[in-house]
């Protein structure tokens, strides 16, 4: 779908980092709970971190303590910080947004809760 835009992607060494950014000219992300989801060819997309309206955050356990969802609302940039990057990191990652709902707001992981996506940007880890 258009309206989200990720920056950020690219190669880099295991060890190192990256931050990935998503912004819309179209939507304003304090009105939308925001994700992170990552693919890999052959592989289903899977859900790594979520931000939430409130500012909850969940985060898959695969990147816990090594990757940073964030957002500044006054740029209306959603960021993923990546750090301590591993081969296995390698995927397409993907924005995803869904309207904010006060009775309806969770930490999904789920592909299905999310409305709103990016086209995708590649990241490569190497050993």
């Known amino acids: 779908q258009e309206g989200l835009v990720e920056l950020g992607g690219g190669s880099v060494q295991a060890g190192g980092s990256l931050t990935l950014s998503c912004t819309s000219s179209?939507?304003?992300?304090?009105?939308?709970?925001m994700a992170w989801f990552r693919q890999n060819p052959a592989k289903e997309r899977v859900g790594v971190a979520v931000l939430t309206v409130d500012g909850s955050t969940r985060y898959a356990d695969s990147v816990k303590g090594r990757f940073t969802i964030s957002k500044d609302s006054a740029k209306n940039t959603l960021y993923l910080q990546m750090n301590n990057l591993r081969p296995e990191d390698t995927a397409v990652y993907y924005c995803?947004?869904?309207?904010?709902?006060?009775?309806?707001?969770?930490?999904?992981?789920?592909?299905?809760?999310?409305?709103?996506w990016g086209q995708g940007t590649q990241v490569t880890v190497s050993s």
């Open positions: 179209e939507y304003t992300w304090d009105s939308f709970d």
């Open positions: 995803a947004a869904v309207p904010y709902r006060p009775s309806a707001s969770w930490t999904s992981l789920a592909t299905q809760y999310y409305t709103h």
